[in-house]
């Protein structure tokens, strides 16, 4: 535990990029890094098995926060990679990796050869805190995200869970393939495109009364609906609406095959 703590506190001093070995028993002290990012540069976190939760900072930093939870298995094939990188390094990078072959950059993530080891039963649970103006990455595969508080853009997403955004800023992306994707825009009125998908799940989103924005919203086995007044594009398709919110604006794409499609006024 000295030198994971040793490490973290390297990491946190600003070194360019590190790989930290989960140590420990189950449910162990989590490992901890926390950095100054400046305003529009991003916080990525990549995971594989276990959830995400981002909130809003109390302080002027990004902290991170791992905890491992071993059911069955070896809590040594599990380790962290963290990375600087961007412009000046001011954007910070942080993965859970599953096995000595898995590989984490901020271009993509490969992490399957832990899923693949039947005796390993091991989840990572992250806990984010972002200060205003800090934009959020983050994607696991095998549990849910959520992000609340977060003032700036936002793109999240999973494979077999549930996404939940709530902000008062954006523009947010946010995907699942099982799993419901909601997503509550407070006061955001959006100068940029945004999308939100799913496979097996129904879509919602909530966005502020007097939004301007051109939408389309499409299901193949389910239904839509929508509080606002819109203004149709097009024939009347069941599985598919092209309207206007408002004046027109960006395009906010809402679509999935199994679920509903559900668009709210907030």
Aim: charged letters at 20%.
């Amino acid at each position: 535990m000295r030198r994971l703590l040793a490490i973290t506190a390297a990491v946190a001093a600003g070194l360019s990029a590190a790989t930290v070995q989960a140590q420990g028993a189950p449910d162990q002290t989590p490992a901890h890094w926390a950095w100054k990012v400046p305003d529009g540069r991003w916080i990525t976190i990549r995971n594989l098995n276990g959830r995400i939760v981002v909130q809003k900072a109390t302080g002027d930093s990004v902290t991170v926060s791992a905890t491992m939870h071993v059911r069955r298995g070896d809590p040594h094939y599990v380790r962290y990679d963290v990375q600087r990188y961007g412009t000046d390094n001011q954007d910070v990078l942080v993965c859970a990796l599953w096995g000595p072959d898995a590989r984490c950059t901020p271009a993509g993530y490969d992490s399957e050869g832990g899923s693949r080891r039947r005796d390993n039963d091991i989840r990572v649970d992250f806990q984010v805190a972002v200060p205003a103006g800090v934009k959020v990455n983050v994607h696991t595969v095998n549990s849910d995200v959520s992000v609340t508080g977060v003032t700036s853009e936002v793109r999240v997403g999973t494979v077999n869970g549930s996404v939940n955004v709530e902000t008062d800023g954006g523009p947010v992306s946010a995907s699942s393939v099982n799993g419901m994707v909601h997503a509550s825009l407070l006061h955001y009125h959006p100068t940029e495109g945004m999308r939100f998908t799913s496979v097996n799940g129904s879509v919602i989103v909530e966005l502020a009364n007097d939004v301007n924005a051109d939408v389309e919203l499409s299901t193949v086995n389910g239904r839509f609906t929508t509080d606002f007044p819109v203004t149709l594009n097009g024939h009347i398709d069941p599985r598919h609406l092209h309207a206007q919110l408002g004046q027109g604006g960006p395009r906010i794409v809402m679509h999935t095959i199994n679920g509903n499609v559900e668009l709210r006024k907030h």
